[in-house]
């Protein structure tokens, strides 16, 4: 990923928070036909590995896994807004993009064994379901586990390196930013908002 100075973030802590947050992410790999992508809610374990591991599963039907060939890119994305060049204020001036984005690279592991599979199945529904009011519980002796189980493929990915990429007009002088990050606060759409308050250094709900 292009990453001028400016827009790099590296601390780790903050890349990890970021991909539990917008964890619905996209796993491209290379195959002997060509690149393959898939898009998948992906958990993310940091007790394993210098930068932590992948894991999710896909579907047995899915040929991305039965071709994977090196390393594999997982694209994370977050809010992403269009800046007018007119909020700027300043002549010669020009339409950009704000965006908060993590890259992850590593190797991807299958995983097909009966107990693991479960385990995996287990964490996704108790991360996705544990915020609801009334979480739905997974009950692994269910009859239609087993079927399940048959119809899915599980993975790890062992991540090898992290890039980020906070691109929040931090090429620009303090008072042009601020005046981006009212115009934004001021949009319909909540990306809008959102990278308004990362640009004032916040979190967004």
Do not use: C
Not at 5 to 12: G, I, L, Q, R, W
Not at 23 to 45: I, K, N, R, Y
Not at 129 to 135: Q, S
Request: a negative charge; aromatic letters at 10%; zero cysteines.
């Amino acid at each position: 990923m292009y990453i001028p100075t400016a827009f790099a973030e590296s601390d780790t802590t903050k890349l990890h928070d970021f991909m539990r947050r917008y964890s619905f992410a996209v796993l491209t790999s290379q195959s002997e036909e060509g690149l393959v992508a898939s898009h998948l809610p992906l958990l993310l374990d940091t007790q394993h590995g210098l930068h932590g591991r992948l894991i999710g599963h896909m579907a047995r039907a899915n040929p991305q896994w039965r071709g994977v060939d090196g390393e594999v890119l997982v694209v994370f994305s977050g809010p992403h807004a269009y800046v007018s060049p007119s909020w700027y204020e300043a002549p010669g001036t020009v339409p950009t993009w704000n965006y908060v984005a993590v890259h992850a690279y590593g190797r991807f592991q299958i995983v097909e064994e009966e107990h693991l599979l479960l385990e995996i199945l287990r964490r996704s529904v108790q991360a996705y379901e544990e915020p609801r009011l009334i979480p739905w519980v997974f009950d692994p002796s269910a009859g239609y586990v087993e079927k399940l189980l048959k119809a899915i493929v599980g993975f790890h990915i062992e991540i090898t390196r992290l890039e980020g990429k906070w691109k929040l007009s931090q090429n620009q002088p303090d008072e042009r930013r601020q005046r981006v990050s009212r115009a934004l606060s001021e949009q319909r759409d909540d990306d809008s908002r959102a990278i308004a308050i990362l640009i004032d250094g916040g979190l967004p709900p």
